[in-house]
């Protein structure tokens, strides 16, 4: 669910992911304020560069690790051509949850 204080580049985010995978659970956090001091990102105005990305989608099954943020990665290249820097990823099929769970 978007909050009202999500802005362009979470909404954009959300709206891909949300068309490609028909996620179960997806929750974006945005944590470019932890990273406006690095060198990298010295003039750079934006709010919203980085983020953590937990996604639990049935599209993840059968895919290793690698092809599922590869998966995400393709389909967020606009996003990063626009400015988006850095993505840390949480991808799990819904039986991964289950399994996780039960431990």
């Known amino acids: 669910m978007a909050s009202q204080q999500d802005g362009p580049v979470t909404t954009s985010i959300r709206t891909t992911l949300t068309e490609l995978l028909k996620p179960d659970a997806l929750e974006i956090i945005n944590d470019s304020a932890k990273h406006a001091h690095h060198s990298a990102m010295r003039g750079v105005d934006s709010k919203e560069t980085h983020f953590r990305v937990n996604v639990v989608s049935d599209a993840f099954a059968g895919k290793s690790t690698m092809q599922r943020h590869r998966l995400i990665y393709g389909a967020l290249s606009k996003d990063f051509e626009a ?9 799990k099929t819904p039986a991964e949850v289950a399994k996780a769970s039960e431990a």
């Open 83 to 91: 400015g988006l820097h850095a993505l840390s990823l949480n991808t």
